[in-house]
């Protein structure tokens, strides 16, 4: 048995449920999401718009790994539409800054350039300080995968350093920059 998927999600208020055929969509004041689920495989139960359930219809070792899968998946389509998702960046380094303009992020990390990093629709990106970059959305997946991209832009290097002998090996960081999620 799933420890994950026996818990059953509860609804909000303000967020609607709708099982049409094979897919779930779960509508709310953020966003509306639309999820796929294998009802070959799957029991999904919307009981009085308030809770859902999901449990396989044949317990085997690929329903068990997917089941609390699909669950969180859920779960997180929820929450999302309901409240959402926040992650905060903090740049840390000389001369490091970000600056909004429009629909782009702008970011000076460094390099003899600006990059510019055009935002997708469904993500809000704020620069509380010029080193404080907070990225929300609806959709988890997309929120950390724009952190993630951000993040790409700068990578925090470590070198390794042998002496002539290579009997030890010391530790030299060579850039100063990291990204802090809190």
Not at 15 to 43: H, Q, T, Y
Not at 57 to 73: A, F, H, I, T, Y
Request: proline fraction near 2%; include cysteine; hydrophobic fraction near 40%.
């Amino acid at each position: 048995m799933s420890k994950i998927g026996k818990i059953n999600i509860s609804i909000p208020e303000k967020v609607k449920a709708v099982l049409s055929g094979n897919v779930l969509n779960i509508e709310g004041p953020l966003g509306k999401k639309s999820l796929n689920v294998d009802l070959e495989m799957f029991n999904v139960d919307i009981t009085e718009g308030k809770t859902i359930s999901i449990k396989p219809k044949k317990v085997d070792q690929n329903s068990k790994r997917l089941w609390g899968m699909n669950r969180s998946l859920i779960n997180n389509a929820v929450i999302g539409s309901s409240t959402g998702y926040e992650k905060i960046l903090e740049l840390v380094g000389v001369g490091y800054r970000a600056a909004l303009k429009e629909k782009q992020l702008n970011l000076q990390l460094g390099y003899s350039h600006d990059i510019n990093f055009d935002i997708p629709e469904d993500i809000k990106i704020v620069v509380e300080k010029q080193t404080t970059i907070k990225v929300s959305g609806y959709d988890k997946q997309q929120v950390g995968m724009v952190c993630s991209k951000i993040k790409s832009f700068r990578v925090f290097i470590n070198f390794f350093w042998f002496n002539r002998y290579f009997f030890t090996v010391s530790y030299v960081k060579v850039e100063h920059f990291q990204i802090n999620i809190k």
